[in-house]
């Protein structure tokens, strides 16, 4: 088991970083700041942010927040005007919690994990990164992406 933090990067999720540092590196150059488990969030219309979990935020400080709780696909009334992007820095402790859960549609969620870990009173941060996330997680999302990569003139 992981003894030190560590980072966890999904596969659809795709991030370009512009003319700045990767979302990752973003995460982790807070996390040795902050020592505090950590979450790329991502700003979305309102509209659009019933596909992904969302953070309820406190705290703001510049683009990183205290993350107060966790609402997965929020039908409606998100929390905030943040999706939590596929890329995290995390602490041991979180295979604890992972191990309490039950599977939710055969998987095992991340997101109750972290939800339970705010409700033992884990703090639990969130970072407005810089870039670009684009979304692989659908055909629909991964095509969007091809032609939006595909498009692009310069190389990654």
Not at 32 to 39: D, E, F, S, T, V
Not at 48 to 60: A, D, H, N, R
Not at 61 to 85: C, H, M, Q, W, Y
Not at 144 to 155: H, N, R, T, V
Request: proline share 6%; net charge positive.
């Amino acid at each position: 088991m992981a003894k030190k933090p560590f980072l966890v990067l999904f596969g659809d999720d795709v991030s370009l970083n512009g003319n700045g540092p990767l979302m990752a590196e973003q995460l982790v150059r807070t996390f040795k700041k902050i020592q505090k488990p950590l979450i790329c969030l991502y700003k979305k219309p309102k509209k659009e942010l019933s596909s992904y979990g969302v953070p309820k935020i406190s705290g703001i400080n510049g683009r990183l927040a205290k993350i107060t709780d966790i609402v997965e696909k929020p039908e409606k009334n998100p929390p905030s005007n943040f999706a939590l992007v596929g890329k995290y820095v995390l602490t041991p402790e979180v295979f604890y919690y992972l191990r309490k859960e039950a599977p939710h549609n055969g998987e095992i969620g991340l997101a109750f994990a972290l939800q339970d870990m705010i409700k033992d009173g884990k703090e639990i941060f969130g970072l407005e990164t810089d870039g670009e996330w684009l979304e692989c997680g659908s055909k629909e999302k991964w095509i969007q992406s091809f032609l939006y990569l595909a498009q692009m003139k310069k190389k990654i």
